[in-house]
C-alpha cells in the first residue's frame, strides 16, 4: 500500500505542474483567453448544449462561476443562451460558430505550450496518465453523486 507521505508528494507535484501549465497558458493566450474561458468552449463544442448546472458538474466550477464566465463568452458572441421549448425556465449554453473558431485559434496558438510538458514522455506514459487521470475523475464524479 502507498504510504500517506507518497500520496501527499504526488499530489504536491500534480499541483505544481498544474501551476506551472497555468502560468505557461497566460503567458501565451491571445485575446486574455483563460484557461477557464476554454474549458467552457471546449465542453461545450464536444458535449453539446448544457445547462449551467451540467457544465459547471462538468469542469469541477460553481454555477456561479459558470455564470459569470458564461456571460463574458456570450457578450464577446461565443456563447448563446437557448431557451428549452418545453420548459421556458430551463436555460441551455451553447457554442456559436464564431466560439467554435476561438476555440481552434486558441487550440492552435497553446500547442507548443502543451506539448512542452509533455514532450519528454513516451506515448505509453501518456496513455497511463489519461488512464489513471480519468479513472480518478470518475471516482470523483461517483463520490459527487453519492453526497
Do not use: C
Amino acid at each position: 500500500m502507498t504510504s500517506k507521505t507518497e500520496l501527499f508528494e504526488v499530489a504536491s507535484y500534480f499541483r505544481t505542474i498544474l501551476k506551472s501549465i497555468t502560468h505557461e497558458w497566460k503567458k501565451n493566450t491571445i485575446h486574455n483567453f483563460s484557461m477557464t474561458h476554454f474549458k467552457v468552449l471546449y465542453t461545450l463544442n464536444s458535449e453539446g448544449q448544457m445547462k449551467v448546472s451540467e457544465l459547471a458538474d462538468s469542469i469541477g466550477l460553481t454555477p456561479g462561476a459558470v455564470t459569470g464566465v458564461s456571460d463574458k463568452l456570450l457578450a464577446e458572441g461565443y456563447v448563446d443562451r437557448v431557451r428549452a421549448e418545453d420548459d421556458r425556465r430551463v436555460v441551455y449554453i451553447e457554442v456559436t460558430d464564431k466560439g467554435k473558431e476561438m476555440l481552434e485559434t486558441v487550440l492552435e496558438s497553446q500547442k507548443e505550450t502543451i506539448s512542452t510538458f509533455f514532450h519528454s514522455l513516451p506515448d505509453e506514459d501518456i496513455q497511463h496518465l489519461k488512464r489513471i487521470f480519468s479513472q480518478m475523475l470518475l471516482k470523483i464524479d461517483q463520490n459527487k453523486k453519492e453526497e
